[in-house]
């Protein structure tokens, strides 16, 4: 089942979050969360998953911690 509110994303931004984790880049990257609060953070992402039809990255920031970022809602990114 798809998210009723869940944007695809340009398989072209797709390829270059595969590439970053390919490569380990580090990315400053902004999101929005569930609640729709922005943040603004240094991560590497890890992983890429499909889940009910919604797509998603795996971040862990620099202390070791984890996050889930669905992609629709990164609303910008630049490497590090």
Known sequence: ????????IDCGLY?????A???GDRLRLGWRDNAGHAHI???TP???FT??????MI?????GETAVIRLDRITHFTRV
Request: proline share 6%; hydrophobic share 40%.
């Open 1 to 8: 089942m798809i998210p009723t509110d869940y944007v695809p």
């Open 15 to 19: 390829s270059e979050y595969e590439l």
């Open 21 to 23: 984790i390919m490569h």
């Open 41 to 43: 953070g240094i991560v």
């Open 46 to 48: 890890t992983d890429l």
């Open 51 to 56: 889940r009910e039809g919604a797509e998603f």
């Open 59 to 63: 971040v862990m920031d620099a202390d």
